[in-house]
């Protein structure tokens, strides 16, 4: 009979460890009740020890937003605290617990204490506490969450006590301590949750069973804190590099059943401080610590997880084999792409009353985490995999305007124009029903129909899109005067459509209303050349510069208002300034010093040797003009200049491009510019090299193509020319220079007839070409026909109003 009572106890000992380690505090007191039934000579005081926990734990689950919010919880309204409190009294009074029981209520009365707001007795109760006894080996699983809370507890306890303003020494020296205590914490926390997913999935010793935890099991208060508070404690003190290096050490811990939760907050915590804090050229590898750079401006000499080591490590995946993000947004977006899919997987799409709040609250989250990947996608220009994401969370969208208004942005964005176009009219349909969004939902219409003018090949169709999208905008512009973003793409449709005249006055509503927007300065710079007013468009293009120095788009634009102001000689200085400044900020063979960023071993580090790296491709313009510094002959110069360069940019482009391709178009277009420069001035020389540096990037890009095709026909290589035109035109069948260098040119070889069918194709898609209207003059005034003289009177119409570069650079976004 003993031993099947022993046997019982040892059962309901074990069941109430289970019940401790996975926090089923429900559960407790039935246990109490048959362990005192069973037991053969009781133990009150650990009984009464479990349910004051049960009762404390159950308290603090019940009033999580008053915790939060650091609201003391008071006995008089809390029974069951007062309980727990009255039992805890009770039993330290007593003294019996044994020293591994006497910690537990030493802990938990530091609880108590803390939620209550008493932090000087809870520190005071952690210093209590034997962390040794909670550490050691087969101890149960709850210590670990014990030895978590402990840690957060202390730590927050030291964040929450004032100190006199002459103590800075002092207060240093706290937020040190209560830093190690969240660390350690964190790491006791993610070993607990480890230890508890082997725990359950293994049957028990002494009862010979096993159980499944909750796939996303409820954390309380101080597990949640243990788990979030030394990267919310970084980032809120401005250590962001050191915020973000915990959170992807968090993120590097093997994943457990209950961290789900904890993961998806994490992540997106990520995500938004890479997105918001770090550029791409302060960007660091995942693996390596942050760099010292960095540290430095934190006051630190190493990352903070080197300082405290952890008292017990949780599990983390091997980094052998795994994928490296190279640059901020890969991380990121990468980052995101995860977090989305659990978001989505495990929404609440039931439309119950009493899901309501799960619902909004599944919202939320899943709304910030298409926020963050729409901010990181854009700047990759990924704008049908925004779409694509998007259209998984309508499931759970039900009358969510945001998400259908950003799902209806980026299927415009990503050229889905049918598909965004009904969605914008389905909101701007609502009529007052659609409130303030109404006005954005007609500027959609108006980009939509503004896009599809660009895109529609027959004139007739794009006369009535052009048509559409002007009363759209002109109808979104009633609505809301005020938004300066509407009446800047007002003023671009009147551009676009040459009501140049009538563009300027949206378009200084748009100024006065925001300043320094970079679309609205340019735009009046093309407004002002159109209206053959160079120099004032200039000055307006130094402003814009002047506020948004590294802009490429007002750069391009620059250097053609110099070249038809000062020649091309002038305007090849900003191209060299502009190849600078795409060295300074993209050039992605520079390293940083080894210790900074370098995942690599210790061993491995100490062999790099800094001067051996190779060193960055130096980019400048050629020049082979002056031979007299030199015996060779120009011709040498030149030869041995381009067969340099040649090697050098082959290198880069096959060995060292890194990052995202729009920095390498960036960096072809600049090159193909100073060519077209160098052919202006006749330097044939130095336009070769330009274009075969473009060509080394992209050599089957249809803008290199066409460059090589112009340097071939000003050396009088007529029919390698049509040979480029041709394989540009098959890449790029619509490409308006393309197609009127190729009609001139059969114009020019005898052609006539074919030149006449190309160039009528020009004037078809790009109506608003005058190059192409004067080449189809040009091609039946060869034929006799009486149609060439209104082919260049509609080319000289068109030229009166033509700016230096197309309106159509202005971005239509939004």
């Not at 060299?576 to 010093?593: F, H, I």
Request: aromatic letters at 6%.
């Amino acid at each position: 009979m003993a031993s099947r009572v022993s046997l019982t106890q040892l059962r309901l000992e074990a069941e109430l460890d289970r019940c401790r380690a996975e926090c089923q505090w429900d559960k407790v007191p039935a246990l109490v009740e048959l362990l005192h039934a069973a037991r053969v000579h009781e133990d009150d005081d650990y009984l009464t020890l479990v349910m004051a926990e049960a009762l404390l734990e159950e308290c603090l689950l019940e009033n999580l937003d008053l915790l939060r919010s650091l609201t003391p919880l008071l006995d008089k309204t809390q029974p069951k605290l007062c309980r727990a409190k009255s039992l805890l009294n009770a039993v330290l009074s007593r003294g019996c617990l044994m020293p591994r029981y006497l910690n537990e209520a030493l802990l938990l009365m530091a609880k108590v204490h803390y939620v209550q707001g008493r932090y000087w007795d809870a520190q005071g109760m952690c210093a209590r506490v034997g962390l040794e006894e909670l550490t050691k080996e087969d101890q149960p699983t709850y210590h670990l969450r014990l030895l978590a809370e402990a840690f957060a507890i202390k730590g927050l306890s030291l964040d929450h006590q004032t100190v006199s303003a002459v103590s800075r020494v002092r207060l240093s020296e706290r937020e040190e301590e209560s830093m190690s205590c969240f660390l350690r914490a964190c790491d006791a926390a993610l070993s607990y949750m480890q230890e508890l997913d082997k725990t359950v999935m293994t049957p028990h010793s002494k009862t010979g069973k096993s159980t499944l935890p909750p796939v996303d099991m409820e954390l309380g208060y101080f597990l949640q804190a243990a788990l979030q508070s030394a990267y919310l404690c970084l980032l809120q003190r401005g250590h962001l590099a050191q915020g973000a290096h915990q959170l992807r050490r968090v993120l590097r811990v093997v994943e457990s059943r209950g961290s789900q939760g904890f993961r998806k907050s994490a992540a997106r915590k990520l995500a938004e401080v890479l997105l918001s804090s770090v550029s791409e050229d302060s960007y660091w590898p995942p693996l390596g610590p942050p760099p010292s750079a960095w540290l430095h401006r934190e006051g630190a000499a190493a990352s903070k997880d080197a300082i405290y080591p952890t008292v017990k490590p949780p599990h983390r995946y091997s980094s052998d084999s795994c994928f490296c993000p190279q640059d901020v947004v890969e991380e990121a977006v990468l980052v995101l792409l995860i977090t989305e899919s659990m978001s989505s997987g495990e929404a609440v799409i039931s439309r119950l009353p009493d899901q309501a709040e799960a619902r909004q609250a599944s919202l939320r989250d899943a709304t910030s985490v298409y926020d963050l990947l729409t901010i990181g996608m854009a700047r990759r220009g990924q704008y049908a995999m925004i779409s694509e994401c998007l259209e998984r969370a309508m499931k759970f969208s039900f009358n969510e305007f945001h998400l259908w208004h950003q799902l209806g942005l980026s299927l415009m964005a990503a050229g889905k124009l049918e598909e965004a176009l009904t969605l914008s009219q389905r909101v701007a349909s609502m009529g007052k029903e659609a409130g303030e969004f109404l006005p954005r939902a007609y500027l959609s219409v108006g980009l939509c129909y503004s896009l599809k003018a660009s895109e529609a090949s027959l004139r007739a169709d794009r006369n009535e899109f052009n048509k559409k999208s002007l009363r759209a905008l002109s109808k979104a512009q009633s609505l809301d005067p005020q938004d300066a973003q509407i009446a800047m793409y007002l003023a671009l449709q009147l551009a676009l459509v040459r009501q140049v005249s009538a563009a300027m006055e949206p378009l200084q509503i748009a100024l006065s209303l925001r300043g320094d927007d970079v679309h609205s300065l340019h735009l009046l710079t093309l407004l002002l050349s159109a209206q053959k007013h160079p120099q004032p468009a200039l000055e307006t293009l130094n402003l814009a510069l002047s506020q948004h120095p590294s802009n490429f788009n007002l750069l391009f634009t620059k250097v053609k208002l110099e070249e038809a102001l000062f020649g091309p000689a002038a305007a090849l200085q900003t191209c060299e300034e502009m190849l600078q400044e795409w060295q300074s900020r993209y050039d992605v063979s520079r390293s940083s010093e080894t210790d900074d960023s370098s995942s690599l071993p210790i061993a491995e580090k100490s062999e790099v040797i800094p001067g051996a790296r190779k060193p960055s491709i130096h980019l400048t313009l050629p020049d082979f003009q002056d031979a007299s510094t030199s015996s060779l002959s120009p011709s040498s110069v030149a030869a041995s200049r381009l067969e340099a360069a040649l090697s050098e940019v082959s290198d880069m482009s096959s060995t060292r491009r890194q990052g995202p391709t729009y920095i390498w178009t960036t960096l072809e277009r600049i090159w193909l510019q100073a060519g077209e420069l160098f052919m202006a001035d006749g330097r044939l020389k130095e336009a070769q090299f330009c274009i075969a540096e473009a060509s080394c990037l992209f050599p089957n890009s249809h803008s290199v193509l066409l460059q090589r095709g112009r340097l071939a026909e000003l050396r009088g290589h007529l029919e390698e020319a049509k040979g480029l035109y041709d394989e540009a035109l098959a890449i790029h069948p619509t490409g308006e220079s393309i197609l009127v260098h190729m009609g001139r040119l059969l114009v020019k070889t005898g052609r006539v007839h074919l030149g006449e069918k190309v160039l009528r194709d020009a004037v078809q898609i790009h109506s608003t070409s005058h190059e192409a209207w004067s080449g189809l003059g040009e091609a039946l005034q060869c034929l006799g026909s009486s149609q060439a003289p209104d082919c260049f009177l509609t080319a000289l119409d068109l030229e009166a109003f033509c700016p230096i570069r197309p309106f159509s650079i202005i971005p239509r976004e939004l």
